[in-house]
């Protein structure tokens, strides 16, 4: 249970805040609700790249990460298709320097050739390294196109190519920063050794005076029911041959995420899973095999992953998935699905045992709709039944709902 304040600014700026003197540090996250699905389809990447030049220095503090380390504090980011997030830790009588560094971001990103040019070329390299030139980088570039043709969540976090980060102006990060990075578009959470009475004073003082932006409400495409079977096979100089079958499933905010979430722990999570018992150990037709959602803000997909062992033909396995998957729609037993929700109770708690953790639930849940449902989540794991775990199976797993990418190895 994680007990907190909640306030917001008259510029939109949403505050919540955690109290938890049993540590000597802070924590400070703040969420943008910004990610690549909200990129022009002709300029992609850029909200990874802004993860980067926020980094870059503002106009009045050339380097993000120096005055802060002096403080004793250490950050990160992270950008996904929905959202661009930012964290940090600080020891709790220097917490004035993250409110000062954060909020001086926010309001005044340094915009120059210098900056663009040198987080361009550190994004590159990433595209390059992570996606080009690693075994197995580019399936997400290759599966999400395969299965999304309309919504944005067809490309990955990184962007289409490399041309367009490549090709990114001035003009253009200016334009994305100017849309997006606003206090009425930001939630800012707070978790460890302070008070919200603090908290308060802080926010108004450093925040209070960025101006809000009156951002625009999205009309993103709606990806239509996919009504074919989809199959995309490519070669790769890779040890291993990898399946990929992409289901579209519901969305994160859905009612049905949880009775879909703990239907993938039932499939694969665990060496007595379904798949892992019956492809890995009784077969012997993969190394590995897993079963996730993605849990994405608008419909999601529902990926099964298999590894192979050499050798073995791609139908067989694809074959035996599709077995077990048949299997799942007519039955779940109570004991597995009680199993399963025993861990997921289990991961839930274990979210929570940091402050950086806290911090992080609060802004996400309050993204989705309300900070408090971080505190609900065994309730609704609890509250799913077999049945329902079945009838989400059977609308998920139809051929026709199915995007396979088959990613051979040519050894």
């Given amino acids: 249970m994680i007990a907190f304040e909640k306030f ?5 700026l949403r505050v919540i805040v955690h109290e938890d ?12 609700d910004v990610g690549a699905r909200d990129e022009d389809p002709d300029h992609t990447g850029f909200a990874h790249l802004f993860e980067h030049l926020m980094f870059g220095g503002s106009v009045n503090i050339p380097e993000f990460d120096r005055p802060l380390q002096l403080a004793g504090g250490e950050n990160n980011a992270f950008t996904n298709n929905d959202i661009t997030n930012y964290y940090l830790t600080i020891p709790s009588q220097n917490v004035e320097t993250a409110f000062w560094l954060e909020s001086d971001r926010m309001f005044s990103l340094d915009f120059c050739e210098k900056s663009l040019e040198v987080q ?13 030139n690693q075994p197995y980088g580019d399936v997400w570039l290759l599966l999400r196109p395969l299965a999304y043709k309309v919504h944005p969540y067809r490309w990955a976090t990184i962007g289409k190519e490399i041309s367009h980060i490549e ?3 001035l003009e253009q990060v200016r334009s994305f ?9 930001a939630i800012l959470s707070l978790a460890g050794n302070i008070n919200s009475d603090k908290a308060r004073i802080l926010c108004e003082k450093w925040f209070a005076d960025i101006p809000k932006r009156g951002i625009c409400k999205r009309n993103l495409p709606e990806e239509p ?3 074919e079977y989809r199959v995309l096979e490519i070669q790769r100089d890779v040890p291993h041959t990898h399946l990929y079958l992409a289901f579209h499933c519901c969305s994160r905010i859905d009612h049905g995420f949880y009775a879909t979430d703990l239907l993938s722990d039932i499939l694969s999570r665990g060496k007595s899973s379904r798949l892992y018992l019956n492809i890995v150990k009784d077969k012997k037709l993969c ?11 608008h419909k999601s997909l529902f990926v099964v992953d298999a590894k192979l062992i050499k050798g073995i033909d791609p139908a067989a396995v694809e074959e035996a998935i599709w077995l077990e998957l048949e299997a799942v729609k007519s039955q779940v037993k109570a004991r597995e699905l009680e199993k399963v929700k025993h861990k997921a109770e289990a991961s839930t708690e274990f979210s929570e045992m940091g402050i950086a953790n806290k911090a992080l639930n609060l802004a996400y849940f309050e993204w989705l709709g309300d900070a408090n449902e971080c505190n609900l989540q065994t309730e609704h794991y609890n509250a799913v039944t077999e049945t329902e775990v079945s009838e989400v199976a059977r609308t998920i ?3 026709e709902n199915c995007s396979l990418l088959r990613y051979l190895s040519n050894h």
């Avoid at 917001?8 to 939109?12: D, K, R, V």
């Avoid at 003197?21 to 943008?32: D, F, G, Q, R, W």
């Avoid at 361009?120 to 080009?132: A, D």
């Fill in 120 to 132: 361009r070329s550190v994004v590159i390299e990433e595209f390059k390294q992570r996606y080009l």
């Fill in 21 to 32: 003197h049993s540590t000597p540090l802070v924590a400070m996250n703040i969420l943008y």
């Fill in 225 to 227: 029911a996919q009504d």
């Fill in 177 to 185: 920063f100017n849309t997006w990075y606003a206090p009425d578009n």
């Fill in 397 to 399: 797993f139809r051929k």
């Fill in 167 to 169: 090709n990114a102006t």
């Fill in 8 to 12: 917001t600014l008259e510029n939109g």
């Fill in 287 to 297: 190394t590995e095999i897993s079963a996730y959602m993605l849990g994405d803000h």
